[in-house]
Nanobody
Framework: QVRLVESGGGLVQAGGSLRLSCQASGSTIIVVAMGWIRRAPGKEREFVGAIRWSGDTTYYADSVKGRFTISRDNAKNTVYLQMNSLQPEDTGVYYC????????????WGQGTQVTVSS
């Protein structure tokens, strides 16, 4: 089991920044990658980005490339999502998720944190 706890959401004006954190605990040894996925009101879940648990490889959705950065602090078992130049369309609930054993296998999810960007 991998437990995930997100924090850092909130309300920000367009053009502003927020940093989300996701702390993992439990059987993190099985984790291959950590991802961020968001759900905007009335829309399907959308992959935002991911980072491998070891190494520095990151992946981003086209919609956030150049604005969002994912990083990791293995000593703290924490993954971060730095969001800059936020726009109203970035509004939604942001979830972190852990992918065990292989990529794109998000089996463990956090509770989500709300991000609201006002225009």
């Amino acid at each position: 089991q991998v437990r995930l706890v997100e924090s850092g959401g909130g309300l920000v004006q367009a053009g502003g920044s927020l940093r989300l954190s996701c702390q993992a605990s439990g059987s993190t040894i099985i984790v291959v990658a950590m991802g961020w996925i968001r759900r905007a009101p009335g829309k399907e879940r959308e992959f935002v980005g991911a980072i491998r648990w070891s190494g520095d490889t990151t992946y981003y959705a086209d919609s956030v490339k150049g604005r969002f950065t994912i990083s990791r602090d293995n000593a703290k078992n924490t993954v971060y999502l730095q969001m800059n130049s936020l726009q109203p369309e970035d509004t939604g609930v942001y979830y972190c998720a852990a992918s065990p054993y292989r990529l794109d296998n998000y089996a463990y999810w956090g509770q989500g944190t709300q991000v609201t960007v006002s225009s």
